[in-house]
T-cell receptor, first 114, second 110 residues
């Protein structure tokens, strides 16, 4: 089973709202990722957690705050977003290891910021 | 600078018309090359991982190959359900990061 689940599927929020995106995997993977994808563009990496520790932050604005409560869960807390933050937010996970590490993606959360 | 270039940007095929998608890359110390398929509004679906030049992998109508500079995704006798955007990505040694190409949008007409 290579399933990564994400909730919610769709989210509409105002610029003053606080919301969270959730991601879960039960494959025993030790690395988890957040990506942002705009229309007709490839995914852009935002954050990487490796063994529950933040290992990469791609200079993402502080209005996006990641959290990894345990090895199976990954959250992305959203606050004071801008309309240009509207996008498909993708979570991925991988085993975490020395060799080329296949990332498995979830279905995504479609975020609209009004 | 690490780079991945996919060509063509878009490809239209008739059902049954075989073709290939190209992914050229420049990266120091390739750790893996990955092919994904993505349908509109959905997350990328994993297809193949290739690790070293000369490696080939197959799945149904798809076959991926790898050389030291590029990878090909061969589609044999495609069907309309193969229509999607195909993404290529590379990972270099010592990094957890994937570098994606811009993708090839494939349309297969019945």
């Amino acid at each position: 089973d290579t399933e990564v689940t994400q909730t919610p599927k769709h989210l509409v929020m105002g610029m003053t709202n606080k919301k969270s995106l959730k991601c879960e995997q039960h494959m025993g993977h030790r690395a988890m990722y957040w990506y942002k994808q705009k229309a007709k563009k490839p995914p852009e990496l935002m954050f990487v957690y490796s063994y529950e520790k933040l290992s990469i932050n791609e200079s993402v604005p502080s209005r996006f705050s990641p959290e990894c409560p345990n090895s199976s869960l990954l959250n992305l807390h959203l606050h004071a977003l801008q309309p240009e933050d509207s996008a498909l937010y993708l979570c991925a996970s991988s085993q975490g290891g020395a060799r080329g590490d296949t990332q498995y993606f979830g279905p995504g959360t479609r975020l609209t910021v009004l | 600078e690490d780079q991945v270039t996919q060509s063509p940007e878009a490809l239209r095929l008739q059902e049954g018309e075989s073709s290939s998608l190209n992914c050229s890359y420049t990266v120091s110390g390739l750790r893996g090359l990955f092919w994904y398929r993505q349908d509109p509004g959905k997350g990328p679906e994993f297809l193949f991982t290739l690790y070293s030049a000369g490696e080939e992998k197959e799945k149904e109508r798809l076959k991926a190959t790898l050389t030291k500079k590029e990878s090909f995704l061969h589609i044999t006798a495609p069907k309309p359900e193969d229509s999607a955007t195909y993404l290529c990505a590379v990972q270099k040694g010592g990094s957890e990061k994937l570098v994606f190409g811009k993708g090839t949008k494939l349309t297969v007409n019945p």
